[in-house]
């Protein structure tokens, strides 16, 4: 039986669809933000419409008030999220910051005041067009509570927001390039995705784990995956695999 945690992603999953354009796609980080009792979230995608840099695709279920006085201070320059996490391929707790100190310190205690959370988890997307995005979360919950939070974050927004960077550049017309998998590293993928263990798979296909380990590294590597959810995520959108019974 599915847990409610399962149930939530799969949710999300099924109301990407409907988003059209900016004010959908906002409403959609709302309904999540909703779900998984987050204080908030934000999409920020780069070369998304064929513009540089300057010109990025943001969505986010900020305060409009935290979002002009963020321009207006000109934050961007020493916000560590925008600083590092374009440069990272893992998610980044924004515990790595440590105690912030001068600017970065009231740039921090003016975001709480608007209600951003003190707690923060950004996952970064790297396309293969040279897009790339930050898909990040934040809340307030206790260390204790967060350390537990945070590994469910991980999973499912790894997955959420290569999904919602995909529906961006699908609004955005760019057509989502074909991806070929053997037939070995589609089972393993499938395996994977109901759930199966590496050594699961080896045992179910007949093969050594080195070898189940072998066709997985492959797909990944094909897919530009991050891990075996990433490319079980985006062999999914790619509708190579099939949905478990």
Known sequence: ?????????????????????????????????????????????????????????????YPPEWVAHYKNRQYVDVDP???????????????????????????????????????????????????????????????????????????????????IHDRVLSIKGHANEPVSLSPRELECLQWIAEGKTAWECAVILGLSQHTVRCYLESARHKLHATSNTHAVSIAHRAGLLFDPL
Request: proline letters at 3%.
């Open 1 to 61: 039986m599915e847990n409610i945690a399962d149930s939530d992603l799969m949710d999300a999953l099924s109301k990407i669809s409907d988003v059209a354009d900016r004010n959908s796609t906002i409403r959609f980080l709302k309904d999540v933000a909703s779900q998984y009792a987050l204080n908030t979230i934000a999409y920020f995608g780069v070369s998304v419409t064929g513009q540089n840099e300057t010109d990025p695709y943001l969505a986010v279920t």
């Open 81 to 163: 999220v925008v600083r590092l996490g374009f440069h990272r391929m893992l998610p980044l707790d924004w515990d790595e910051f440590g105690k912030p100190t001068g600017r970065l310190k009231t740039f921090f205690g003016e975001a709480g005041e608007f209600g951003i959370g003190s707690r923060g988890l950004t996952v970064p997307v790297h396309g293969r067009r040279g897009d790339r995005a930050l898909f990040s979360v934040t809340s307030d919950l206790s260390a204790r509570d967060w350390a537990s939070a945070k590994l469910l974050y991980m999973r499912d927004f790894q997955v959420l927001a290569m999904h």
